[in-house]
């Protein structure tokens, strides 16, 4: 017996998230210089990456995703999670107080987050119902401390780390007459 499938392709959840996020405006312009996926097993290069990136980045991981089941009389079901994480950075040469809290030729990452987390909560992608649809919420959100050499060499940027979660897809399998016990 084969399960009823509504879940969406995970592609399909990041590339709505991405374009969610680089439609973000500050002052009438593009927030962000650069929106970029990665998942967590490139985080070292996504990093690195910021050394090149403009001056306000946002850098979408992708860390893990779950399922959980239920049962449902003669019905097995389980739902999708996907987690993921933000790396928000802008940059003042000379003033890190400025690249987080802003000043008048740039917003600030805390000002960044701000814009980008109404932008992305709720309905992230449409599905033909109720259960495929995708949606994302916030999770924790904190400054990244940047140590040493990092901090030598992101002279002047300021990252803060924004987790996701994006809920959505169900499967679903008929089991049998009696139900599950």
Request: glycine share 10%; net charge negative; hydrophobic share 45%.
């Amino acid at each position: 017996m084969s399960a009823d499938n509504f879940t969406q392709s995970t592609v399909a959840a990041l590339t709505a998230l991405k374009t969610r996020i680089a439609a973000v405006q500050w002052e009438g312009r593009d927030a962000f210089d650069k929106v970029e996926l990665f998942d967590m097993t490139d985080l070292p290069r996504a990093l690195r990456e910021l050394l090149t990136f403009g001056n306000r980045v946002c850098l979408v991981i992708l860390d893990f995703e779950s399922w959980e089941t239920e049962t449902f009389g003669q019905e097995l079901r389980a739902h999708q999670t996907r987690a993921l994480e933000l790396l928000i950075a802008d940059r003042h040469w000379g003033n890190r107080q400025l690249a987080l809290i802003g000043g008048d030729d740039t917003p600030g990452a805390l000002a960044l987050k701000d814009l980008v987390l109404p932008a992305v909560f709720g309905l992230l992608v449409a599905g033909t119902n109720t259960a495929s649809g995708l949606y994302c919420v916030p999770g924790d959100g904190e400054l990244i401390e940047l140590q040493d050499k990092a901090r030598d060499e992101l002279a002047g940027r300021i990252v803060w780390r924004q987790g996701l979660r994006i809920t959505g897809g169900l499967l679903r399998a008929q089991l049998g007459k009696r139900p599950i016990t």
